[in-house]
């Protein structure tokens, strides 16, 4: 790999509050202008990994560079290279739009020349123009998180790290913010964003998956979905949910019954075995199939399926 290319390289990092360790052993790169996602369970050390590499907390071992700096020296310097943005809005209530924008300018230290400019930026990319004069208290949570992310472009970094931007909007605001991020991205900026929405994880160009403070999986989405080989997943719509549920837990050649939607997933070992043993045992419920076949699994199966794995492995 291009050095040049690289935006985040973290080797062996290591973080441990007294006796529990926070971030355990990860290692990955980020390229410039990618979308990369950690993915994981609150809890899972996501937010303390990030936290290191915008110079917030000191790693207790490993290393990490950042937009070429060093961690451990050259921390001032990565704070003046990137852009954050932390799940708890960092924006003041009392003030407007602009006035968030103008406030900002400053703190990033934004050239007094370029302040307007960069102000227009901001307003036009979030579609907050007609709301410059509205107090930020006043906007809804998904605007509020147009303006956060604006905020923390103003000095236009090339590396931003979101730190659970999109907790607590609605799934259309959501997708809107993530239309920003991908118009960032194609304008060169990389972008590492933390979550816990398994489908956010679809729109990012790699993935991390975070468990207990570990790294268990990285790569593109496909890859990651293509590497469950172990475990076929297959749909299941019955008449009597709950009653098929229990007719199909601890069979033989059935890992895992889980509700999803008003169906059911079942993780099987083998797809052909198992139709035919789920429409022996749910005949002789007299429950009646409306549809029963294999499905690609969705991120949320493949973290929940690993996840399972690491926790088999441990006990």
Known sequence: MNQNAVAVEVNHLVKRFASFIAVDDVSFSVDRGEIFGFLGSNGAGKTTTIRMLCGLLTPT???ARVGGFDLATQAEQIKQTIGYMSQKFSLYDDLSVEENIDFFTGVYGVAPALRRERKQYVLKMSGLGDR???MTRLLPGGWKQRLALGCAILHQPPILFLDEPTSGVDPIARRHFWDLIYQ?????????VTTHYMDEAEYCHRLA????GRMIA???AKELKEALKSHTLMHLDSTHLLESMKALEGKEGISEVAVFGSGLHLTVRDAG?????VRKALAERQIEIQRLEVIEPSMEDVFVA???EEERKAS
């Open 209 to 212: 998956l975070m468990h207990r």
């Open 184 to 192: 960032l991205s194609a304008e060169g900026h990389t972008v590492f």
């Open 273 to 277: 075995a198992a139709e035919s043993l």
């Open 218 to 220: 990285l790569g593109p």
């Open 132 to 134: 410059a004069k509205t």
């Open 61 to 63: 071992s490993g290393s």
């Open 306 to 308: 690993m996840i399972e």
